[in-house]
Nanobody, 124 residues
Framework: QVQLRESGGGWVQAGGSLRLSCLVSGRTYGSYAMGWFRQAPGKEREFVAG???????TDYAGSVKGRFTISRDNAKNTYLEMNSLKPEDTAVYYC??????????????????WGQGTQVTVSS
């Protein structure tokens, strides 16, 4: 069983920064691309950022380009650095693994494993 757990969420003032972490544990085999999604109350879950298996390719939602950075290391950690945060960034943030995939995937239904989410609240 593959487990994902997010951490690093919290309260921050507009213009501030947070770094989210996602730890992948359990038995993992082969390749998997990683992504971050978010969901605000009353809204659909939306793609935020994705990173390929190699870490060489990334993609971002237009609303976060230039402010957020996704990265991963060799210790099964994926990160989302969030800068210049805005109130509209307030949401529960989820990390997800596209097991067997190597390319960046923006479609939520292509991800097999999901974390429980971490709340990010940006006050104005």
């Amino acid at each position: 069983q593959v487990q994902l757990r997010e951490s690093g969420g919290g309260w921050v003032q507009a213009g501030g920064s947070l770094r989210l972490s996602c730890l992948v544990s359990g038995r993992t085999y082969g390749s998997y691309a990683m992504g971050w999604f978010r969901q605000a109350p009353g809204k659909e879950r939306e793609f935020v950022a994705g990173i390929s298996w190699s870490g060489g390719s990334t993609d971002y939602a237009g609303s976060v380009k230039g402010r957020f950075t996704i990265s991963r290391d060799n210790a099964k950690n994926t990160y989302l650095e969030m800068n210049s945060l805005k109130p509209e960034d307030t949401a529960v943030y989820y990390c997800a693994a596209d097991y067997g995939g190597q390319r960046v995937e923006v479609r939520a239904n292509k991800y097999e494993y999901w974390g429980q989410g971490t709340q990010v609240t940006v006050s104005s």
